[in-house]
């Protein structure tokens, strides 16, 4: 079964800081890998898919890597935001799971004025 | 576009009642997803459906099941509902493998 861990589990930034977050998965045998914001009480907001064939996908101040072979993604977000504050889950998505989205436990992240 | 929707937002059942949580998407996609979200477990899938007409398992399955309706349209039902099926509930969609998430049901079990 494909396992997904994100570390840290949580993390406080004073705003302007530049900060990565770290997703690694066991079965490289992947599709894409997705990241995720969620907020408080929220539903799921798609921040970047990453294909599998792909090493990096870029939005705004946020850019997500990939390298299967060694099993890890991050995701980095530049001059951080008090509004960037939220909880940031990664999911791979196929390899021997097939159909399903497996998901780390997420990295709150704070980010204070 | 609506995207995903789901119905109710929030729900308070007792212990034995039935319900049926509700979820459509305007995207055209074909495969659809349950999920449940829970404190320190992460988001486990409870059923997915790839197709219109087909279902499958996922890793949480007992005590639930699915109707794909149509192409739009995916429901989940909880025949008799325990406290441990207290949790948050999202439904997905999907195309060539990005998903989509729903707001999510708030669902209490007493």
């Known amino acids: 079964k494909q396992e997904v861990t994100q570390i840290p589990a949580a993390l406080s930034v004073p705003e302007g800081e530049n900060l990565v977050l770290n997703c690694s998965f066991t079965?490289?045998?992947?599709?894409?890998l997705q990241w995720f914001r969620q907020d408080p009480g929220k539903g799921l907001t798609s921040l970047l898919l990453?294909?599998?064939?792909?090493r990096e996908q870029t939005s705004g101040r946020l850019n997500a890597s990939l390298d299967k072979s060694s099993g890890r993604s991050t995701l980095y977000i530049a001059a951080s935001q008090p509004g960037d504050s939220a909880t940031y889950l990664c999911a791979a998505y196929g390899g021997q799971s097939g159909y399903a989205l497996n998901f780390g436990k997420g990295t709150s992240l704070l980010v204070t004025p | 576009n609506a995207g995903v929707t789901q119905t109710p937002k929030f729900q308070v059942l007792k212990t034995g009642q039935s319900m049926t949580l509700q979820c459509a998407q305007d995207m055209n996609h074909n495969s659809m997803y349950w999920y449940r979200q829970d404190p320190g477990m992460g988001l486990r899938l409870i059923y997915y459906s790839a197709s219109e007409g087909t279902t499958d398992k996922g890793e949480v399955p007992n005590g639930y099941n699915v109707s794909r309706l149509n192409k739009r349209e995916f429901s989940l039902r909880l025949e008799s509902a325990a406290p441990s099926q207290t949790s948050v509930y999202f439904c997905?969609?999907?195309?060539?493998?990005?998903?989509?998430f729903g707001p999510g049901t708030r669902l209490t079990v007493t």
């Open positions: 997905a969609s999907s195309v060539t493998g990005e998903q989509y």
């Open positions: 990453i294909q599998s064939s792909q």
């Open positions: 079965d490289s045998a992947i599709y894409n």
